[in-house]
């Protein structure tokens, strides 16, 4: 027998060293004695296998030896070590042995990779050698495995896996590492096409399915929606970290499909319509908590299974929560005629700083420059044939009389002793309450808007499905047409209301609040035109009417005033921009006043204060001559003089409706200053000559019954009543009756020496009929420009298309049809445009 080529026994010599290293990397893995290697000696053994490799005639000896080694690893060693056992020992010895055999195939491909570049690399095979010689050593490693020990035991692998998966869905402790190395072998042994692991998930799939579609059945038997709500999040969550665990992450959404099927899908009508715990009851109850967690889970469904029937059934139950609202406030203006007290409120609540149709006394600031400070009376003034006005401001000087006071009691002192001084306290309380039920109501609404925007922005994570279901179901019942007063003009009552408060002082958190969501329910109004009216003639008369500039919050007032013009534009807030620069310029003419009072040295015995207004920003008002002390007369004179000399081509017309003074009112006890509107001081100068009845006040002023009943009311307030009525029994009047005689109250001990009545929040009949106008004849303006844009663009449309494109454009209110039937009739009357001579229902432009 020949001997072998001296190269092939250098080479079995090089292998035998090989493989004794191969058996220490074997028993290091396996945690037996052997040390690590060191550098040298890993250096040392690559060396030798990079010997073998560079000549040609040993690469295939080298190749030969290592392939049989790991084909031995799988047949001779780890099989027969997996046959004999079962269940949780052979699932978790399977995994042991492939994780070590992974680690192993690592490491022998790290010391043969010259082997694999020289010899298994595809580049460099040659034509007719076998295929192995095209696989690298560590795919021929796993496909041995696979082909040697895996493909004869997945199934029962399989089994194992999952059986221990339901025990970990039962709570029961599992080996997740041994789970997760149990998975990877399946992902492994076809890492292409995953054919091993695709049947793995597939049954995964099936008992998940199943598993939870049985939760499901008898959860809904008997948890509330909450309860079954927190077990599909504990599912959900459950079943991602098993994902993690250990299985792979491609099947994460196959589980989360699985999971809304079973768990949301086929139930979702169910869970949202359950008697007690359902979606409409978690809104009613206000369980953000439970909604979040609700939106959450259904945002997984599609939009019109889970999401779109939720904001339908929000809606749904916002209006009729709102529609109970307004059924409410109009039985309430329907019966506020009624002769019903207004609930006395409780100690810890807060009373309302202004109240309508009620006066409110409030201290004047005792420190040492107030209690120098002259008694002022304002005044606004007109200057006719031109757009600008005046507003004065003046003192009314101290006139005691031998009855005691300015406007005192007069005969009221010597009248019958049988006869009783009372105080119509249900009338005002009657005016108060429905100031009251206003403001309470649009707070009501705010709050309620509030209460659903939270829900909107914290649990439904500001979906536009819910936004359309707040601004339908806000727009619907806002939008009613009521017999009372509407929501514009309730709405500007609130305003009006919350800006006199303590609280709204400075512009703080609350306040900033309060605004946003008066701004939130002015978008849903159809009529913004009337609140900007309304508003418009209220901020009038708090610019006008406020004694003392303290009083007049202006940062207030312009940082609302900022979010309309951001709102709604320049356009909607042009007019009351106009008034607060008439209010802003007011101290450059005083001090150019009291300079020429100075230079002419006049004695005008007062300290006139005088307001210009620009006509076309402010509302309309009403002018009455009021027959006033010598005094003022001399006063007013000596403006209007200086007025004239800088322009000579204006006139002025005296607002007294909006001026304020102070008058000096003398009672049993003590003297107090009283600081009040012109019309009040007027007509209560009137009882320095005696006692009238309620006609005689309203003959002898010159004013219809409405205004002097609203001037007399305000004189009437229970905490600090001026004025009384003389009755002949004891019992108290529910209501001031034309024959009633009225006193000035000099038996009054009021608390403070000087307070403030503050001018009647209830607009006048004059006012309301002026908002009306303004409203009616900037909607006809509008509508008429709307028009004629409309049809000078598409040179020629029909009146349907028409109408949607006015509609369209107008968004401070909603023209009806036959408004805009009007405008376009006033058009064609006014040669803007005209019917299409062919097709009737056209309109064009006229040429």
Known sequence: MSRPPAYVQQAEETWTHLEKGLEEIKILIEGGSSRPWELKQYLDYTNKVYGLVKQHETQKILANHIQAYIV?????????????????????????????????????????????????????????????????????????????????LHKTSQ????????????????????????????????????????????????????????????????????????????????????????????????????????????????????????????????????????????????????????????????????????KNQEIIQKNEGAPKEAKKPAKDEAKPEAEEGMVKDEPEPEDGAKKKKKKKKKKSAKAEGDDDAAEPAEPAPKETGEDGAEGGEGDAADAPKKKKKKIIKKTVKKVVNETQQNVEFVDSLLKLYSRFNKMYLEC???????????????????????????????????????????????????????????????????????????????????????????????????YFLTLLKNQHGHAFTADMDGMFSDHSSANTLQEAFDTYVVDERLNLNIDLQVQIITDSHWPRFMYRELQLKPVLQNALAAFE?????????????????????????????????????????????????????????????????????????????????????????????????????????????????KFRIQAPSVLSAFEKKGIATAVDELRKFQIQCAICRIVKAAKGIEFTQLQTNVLEQLNLFHPTTKEIKLGVEDLIERDYIERDAKQNDRIILKS
């Not at 070590?81 to 022998?108: A, G, M, N, P, T």
Request: proline share 3%.
């Open 72 to 152: 031995n690893l799988c047949t001779g060693v780890i099989m027969p070590i997996l046959k004999d056992l079962r269940d949780q020992q052979f699932l978790s010895e399977l995994s042991v042995r492939w994780y070590r055999f992974k680690l192993f195939c690592k490491i022998i491909s790290l010391l043969y990779s010259h082997l694999d570049n020289g010899y298994f690399n595809p580049k460099t095979s040659k034509p007719g050698e076998e295929d192995n010689t095209i696989q690298q050593l560590q795919p021929f490693a796993y496909t041995q495995f696979r082909t040697r020990v895996f493909k004869d």
């Open 159 to 326: 089994n194992l896996i999952l059986s221990f998966i339901d025990k970990d869905r039962d709570g029961e402790a599992v080996d997740v590492t041994m789970l997760k190395n149990a998975v990877d072998l399946f992902i492994m042994m076809d890492p292409k096409d995953k054919t091993y692991y695709r049947d793995l998930e597939r049954e995964y799939l099936s008992r998940t399915s199943t598993f939870y579609r049985n939760m499901a059945t008898k959860a809904l038997q008997t948890d509330t929606s909450p309860e079954y709500m927190i077990k599909c999040e504990n599912a959900f969550a459950a079943e991602n970290q098993r994902i993690k665990n250990y299985m792979s992450s491609s099947s994460q959404i196959p589980v989360r499909d699985t999971l809304i099927v079973e768990l949301l899908q086929k139930h979702v009508k169910e869970l949202l319509d359950m008697e007690h715990s359902g979606f409409v009851q978690l809104v009613e109850g206000n369980k953000l908590e439970d909604l979040a967690r609700m939106y959450s889970l259904m945002r997984n469904l599609d939009n019109g299974i889970g999401i779109i029937p939720m904001s339908k059934d929000f809606q749904v139950y916002m209006m009729s929560v709102g529609n109970e609202m307004m």
């Open 460 to 558: 439904f994570q500001s979906n536009k499905f819910f936004n359309d279901a707040i601004k339908n179901a806000f727009t619907d019942f806002l939008n009613q047409t009521s017999v009372g007063k509407s929501c514009p003009e309730l709405l500007a009552i609130f305003v009006d209301d919350f800006v006199k408060k303590k609280q709204a002082q400075q512009v703080d958190d609350f306040v900033k609040t309060t605004f946003d969501e008066v701004v939130a329910l002015l978008n849903y109004l159809h009529e913004k035109d009337k609140f900007m009216e309304n508003y418009k003639t209220l901020l009038a008369k708090r610019l006008l009417t406020q004694y003392d500039q303290s009083t007049f919050q202006e940062e207030t007032e312009r």
């Open 641 to 753: 003089k200086f007025y004239k000399s800088r322009h000579n081509n204006r006139s002025l017309r005296w607002l007294h409706s909006n001026a304020t003074l102070v008058m000096s009112l003398k009672f049993a006890k003590k003297t107090c200053e009283v600081t009040m509107t012109s019309e009040q001081g007027n007509l209560l100068s009137e009882f320095n000559e005696g006692t009238f009845s309620f006609v005689d006040i309203a003959t002898r002023l010159g004013l219809d019954q409405a205004e002097t009943k609203r001037l007399v009311i305000s004189l009437m307030n229970p905490k600090n009543p001026i004025l009384c009525v003389i009755g002949d029994s004891s019992e108290e009047t529910t209501d001031l009756k034309e024959t009633d005689k009225v006193a000035f109250n000099i038996a009054h001990d009021p608390i403070k020496k």
